[in-house]
Structure formats: structure tokens, C-alpha cells
């Protein structure tokens, strides 16, 4: 039976490599693969993605490779990602406490969540695209945590890349607030890597200096006690396989994300790179 891959992507921007990595790997070995988005609004790749002149602060080079570029912005621009999946269509949402019919309406969100793990059984792997934009939508977005938590429930591999790993930290059983990250290894955006300035998100404006939170920090907390943080600073490649988590830490390591995922699903690979 082909192999069906859940792609979640941000609004805001995501990396061309970051998307493109996975994909190829998912590609090559004839898996089916479902985009979605928080509201089902087309996914974009950030402009600098696609640039292969583009200089990255931090690295002090630039990290897109002309060919990379070509390949990420035909993907862009083709019609793979006009459709996606509306997560707030798909997933309900949690209701305030101050709403006046909590009770009812958190017994009614239970009962959607149950026929979300029935809905995820056809997939057989998530994976969260990287780059700025999921600062915006998808690292505290509800329904992507509930979405992963229903991945784990089920045992199946979830893979993040870049700032898409928080999504992994943050999301939480509500009875005890504990991360399911907590005794895992992963990787991610080290503190070395965040710009000092031009954050910057796709569809908007606003442009800020750091990204809003370190993301090395909040994966520090999550993964203790037992658990570590790898940031693999002056390598060039950083990937970590936790089961069932792999974590990627930025652009460079997003074709080597994809072929261990293909390693997880085909040949049960558990652990690497820790």
C-alpha cells in the first residue's frame, strides 16, 4: 500500500529547501503526499529561500545552491500547493474556560478529537516545514498541537525542521502540561543561528530583530530531565532521530531529514545522529 505523508506549512513563509528536502525523499520512493495550512490559505516560500545569492547573517554564506533554488521555486509556483488542507476546518479548536457553555463545549471538542486519531490512520508520517513563518501559526497553534499529539497516540514518525520544532515542544497533554519532547534528543535553530536583526514574515510588513524566543532554550526546557538539545554548531549538518521524532536543525539538513524519514518508515530506523 503507498505510503500517505501529512505536510503541515505555515501562512507566513516557509524555507524552499526546507519543503523541498522531505518531498524529494517522499517522491523518489512514490509516497503520496497532503499539504495543509492553519486556515487553508496557499503556502508561499519565503522570498530569500529562493534567492541562491542570498547571504545568510549568522553563517556568513549563502545557503541555496542555484540548483536548489531552481527545483524550490518551481515547486512554488507549481500547482502541488494550491489546495491544501484547512486545519481549522479539520481539527476543532478548545474552547475558553469563560465560555458559557464550557462544559458542553469541551465534551464536544473531545469528541472531535477522537474522530481526528480515526482520521489520521490512513497517514503514515507528519511533517512540519520550516523557516520564519511557523513563529507565527503553527508553533503555539492548537489544533497543530493536537494534530501532533494524535501522531504520537498513534506511534507514527513526526518530522520538524528549523522553527517548525517548536511545535513539538509546545505541544502538551493539558492534564499535566509536561512536553512530549521531555528525556528526547533533537536538534534545531541553535542561539548561534538567530539574526540579530530582519526577522522577517511572508504576507506582512513586520519585520523584527531576533525571532521572538530562542528557539535552543525552549528545546533545552522541553527535552529535561533525561533528554538533550544538540544545536551540532560548526557542523554542517545536524539531524537527529529520536523515535518518533526527527528533528532537523535548519536549511542544509533538510535532504538528509527526508532520507532518514524514508530510513524510519522503511527499514525502522529508531535512532541516529545522538
Known amino acids: 500500500m503507498t505510503k500517505k505523508i501529512l505536510?503541515?506549512?505555515?501562512?507566513?513563509?516557509?524555507?524552499?529547501?526546507?519543503?523541498l528536502g522531505p518531498l524529494v525523499a517522499c517522491d523518489e520512493w512514490g509516497y503520496q503526499s497532503v499539504f495543509a495550512t492553519p486556515t487553508g490559505?496557499?503556502?508561499?516560500?519565503?522570498?530569500?529561500?529562493l534567492d541562491p545569492g542570498y547571504v545568510d547573517p549568522p553563517l556568513g554564506r549563502t545557503v541555496?545552491?542555484?540548483?536548489?533554488?531552481?527545483?524550490?521555486?518551481?515547486?512554488?509556483?507549481?500547482?502541488?500547493?494550491?489546495?491544501?488542507?484547512?486545519?481549522?476546518e479539520w481539527l476543532p479548536d478548545r474552547p475558553y474556560q469563560s465560555d458559557p457553555e464550557y462544559l458542553r463545549a469541551l465534551e464536544a471538542y473531545h469528541r472531535e478529537l477522537t474522530k481526528v486519531d480515526d482520521d489520521i490512520a490512513g497517514y503514515d508520517a507528519l511533517v512540519i516545514v520550516g523557516g520564519s513563518g511557523p513563529i507565527v501559526d503553527l508553533a503555539n497553534n492548537g489544533r497543530v498541537h493536537d494534530l501532533v499529539l494524535a501522531f504520537v497516540r498513534a506511534d507514527k514518525p513526526i518530522v520538524a525542521e528549523?522553527?517548525?520544532?517548536?511545535?513539538l515542544a509546545f505541544a502538551r497533554d493539558w492534564d499535566d502540561r509536561r512536553s512530549i519532547l521531555a528525556g528526547k534528543h533533537v536538534t534545531g535553530h541553535p542561539k548561534e543561528y538567530d539574526y540579530k536583526d530582519g526577522?522577517?514574515?511572508?504576507?506582512?510588513?513586520?519585520v523584527i530583530g531576533p525571532p521572538p524566543?530562542?528557539?535552543?532554550?525552549?528545546l533545552r526546557d522541553a527535552t529535561a530531565p533525561g533528554g538533550c538539545f544538540h544545536g551540532n554548531v560548526g557542523r554542517e549538518t545536524s539531524v537527529l532521530v529520536d523515535y518518533p521524532f526527527v528533528t532537523a536543525r535548519s536549511t542544509p539538513d533538510s535532504f538528509l531529514a527526508g532520507q532518514k524519514l524514508v530510513q524510519v518508515l522503511e527499514s525502522g530506523l529508531r535512532r541516529y545522529g545522538w
Open 41 to 49: 490559505k496557499r503556502p508561499r516560500a519565503l522570498p530569500p529561500s
Open 162 to 167: 528549523c522553527y517548525g520544532v517548536a511545535c
Open 7 to 19: 505536510f503541515i506549512l505555515s501562512e507566513y513563509g516557509y524555507w524552499g529547501e526546507e519543503l
Open 213 to 218: 524566543y530562542p528557539l535552543e532554550y525552549v
Open 199 to 206: 526577522t522577517g514574515f511572508l504576507g506582512t510588513d513586520f
Open 64 to 88: 541555496t545552491a542555484p540548483e536548489i533554488a531552481v527545483a524550490a521555486r518551481r515547486l512554488d509556483e507549481s500547482v502541488r500547493l494550491d489546495h491544501p488542507v484547512s486545519l481549522a
